[in-house]
């Protein structure tokens, strides 16, 4: 029976942690975003979020984002400092090709830093993705 349960792997979704300037806030501020970089939409993408250090935890945030086209991305939240000396945890699921999807992504403590900048694709952008770290 196992062996006939198929549990697909969620290429080319990730998560990327971007520092930005925040106009309505006059300073930079860390942003998690989620990138679809599949050629194909994915659908019912809902992100949880949550930080941990030790026995301190923070809250667990739940995310609606809804239908995320091909080749695009959209904010999740702002992460504020406090919380960079967290492990951040987020786990994405979505549903693509009729099947459901669910993948996870670390970010460690003290690693959402700028000297862990790298390239972030679809954006265009440098930021933070848990393989560059």
Partial sequence: M???IEIPIAK???VAIIHEWNDEFLEKNWNAYLINDRDSKIEAVIAVSNGYEGDRKTSTMR???GDIPAKSFRKIEILQE???AFNNEFFVTFF???KLYEKRFLFEKY???ESNL???PV???EGIMPNNI
Avoid: R, T
């Fill in 2 to 4: 196992k062996k006939d």
């Fill in 12 to 14: 080319n979704v990730h």
């Fill in 63 to 65: 995310h609606g984002l």
């Fill in 82 to 84: 406090d919380i960079l």
């Fill in 96 to 98: 693509a090709d009729d």
């Fill in 111 to 113: 690693s959402i830093s």
């Fill in 118 to 120: 790298g390239p972030v």
């Fill in 123 to 125: 954006m265009e952008l």
